[in-house]
């Protein structure tokens, strides 16, 4: 067998990748909510929306991140998760999150975020308090799941826009699906 | 102590007009700061040196009033600070401080997404921000 290069840490992962200037990014996802809120008026459907966009990408990111990151098979969500907050927001966000919350069952944790590149200048003006701006990590989040078997449900507990002290949210295991080849063994 | 500062746009239009004094001053001061955009244009219009004032930001001393000093500030979007202090000596240099500070703070709220450029800035930290520039002005002087 080939030896195995270990996993990156971190670091390491954010040093390799492409980087893009934090002003743009922020800028750039900024007009898209504005420009969300323009054409759908309604906040609910601006929500909404965001999942979605969330969910495409985090179904086309898993496949970059398991590529550059080179992490093994996680035995249960309690690794998974560790790995999402340690390497996975670092890689792609360049801030960690820490894990808290614990479930007894350990189906369920949160994610906590001191630090959220997406929300640097933005403040909600009184016409969009329901807005959850940053619900396209939680379409993320949720898709990249899926496509390693995971069905979760995420949702946000804590966030800065609305005068709370930290971004968190909470993720929690509905299903793992096994795998489903298309065609029977004994045929 | 600077009692008013205000950010005019480039059509002359109020952004942000904020006194740091009891009310009763407060007219006063927005008409003090109506008369220094007049001056601004001037300034603008007829520069008194070549090429290398053409990119100064910093106006400098626009007019002395009975108790007052205005200070002026032109950004490269045309965008105008004006700062009204009754102190009697104030250094340059904290004055271009102020205005840095001030930049800055106005640079962040308008990279809100949330705010139309040309209305007026509805930025609760912004002003909280502004608030804590002034109070540090004049007894830093060593910053």
Redesign the interface.
Known sequence: MPPLTPPKSGDALFASVDRVNAELFTLTYGAIVRQLLTDLEEVEEVNKQLDQMGYNIGTRLVDEFLAKSNVSRCVDFKETADVIAKLGFKMFLGVTATVTNWDAEGTSCSFVLEDNPLVDFVELPDTCQGLQYCNVLSGVIRGALEMVSMKTEVTWVRDMLRGDDAYEMRVKLIKQVPEEYPYKDDD | MIVCVAVVGHQNNPLYLQSFTEADDALKLHHIVHCSLDVIDERVNNPKRSAPTLNETFLGLLYPTENYKVYGYLTNTKVKFIMVTTDLDVKDADARNFFRKFHAAYV??V????HVPGKKI????FGVRVSTIVKSFGSGTTG
């Open positions: 962040d709220a990279s809100n997404p949330f509805a930025s609760r930290s």
